[in-house]
């Protein structure tokens, strides 16, 4: 069996691991295999990310919004964006375009993890409460 700490990392690192194969890789084989460990990554985290979710689903009361499914990966299909935007053009405002990719894809990873319930994050949060508790 594996042991927890790296069950935990194991999408985090598919993601950089596909990334980095994206970014340095010419290869279209190689290409390939870091946008399926790309993908991989981004599948687990969403499964993962799914089962832990602390806040309530609620209903948009905008006229449109994303199927469901969609809405889970759009931080990834920005970071993806800005990864083969990275890889594949050498101009400055293809980099700009990149980078505000990159950082909003970021962003909403951060946003979605706050209200989510991961196990990494669970002991930090535990001793913080317990310590609240016991200063009263």
């Known amino acids: 069996m594996i042991s927890k ?3 935990e990392i194991l999408p985090s690192v598919y993601l950089m691991l596909g990334s980095s194969s994206v970014i340095w890789n010419d290869n279209s084989l190689g290409l390939l295999g ?3 460990l790309f993908i991989l ?3 687990i985290w969403v499964m993962r990310s799914n089962y832990r979710r602390t806040d309530e689903h609620k209903l ?4 449109f919004t994303l199927p469901e499914t969609l809405y889970e990966f759009v931080p990834f299909l920005f ?3 800005g990864l083969s935007l990275l890889s594949q053009f050498s101009q400055l405002p293809i980099y ?3 980078a505000v990719c990159l950082y909003r894809g970021t962003q909403l990873l951060y946003l979605r993890h706050r209200h ?3 196990a990494w994050d669970n002991s930090t949060k535990r001793k913080a409460r317990s310590s609240a508790h016991a200063n009263r």
């Open 5 to 7: 700490s790296i069950y």
């Open 34 to 36: 870091g946008a399926l």
């Open 41 to 43: 990554g981004a599948v």
């Open 60 to 63: 948009p009361s905008k006229s």
């Open 79 to 81: 970071i993806g964006l």
């Open 96 to 98: 700009i375009v990149a």
């Open 116 to 118: 989510r319930n991961f």
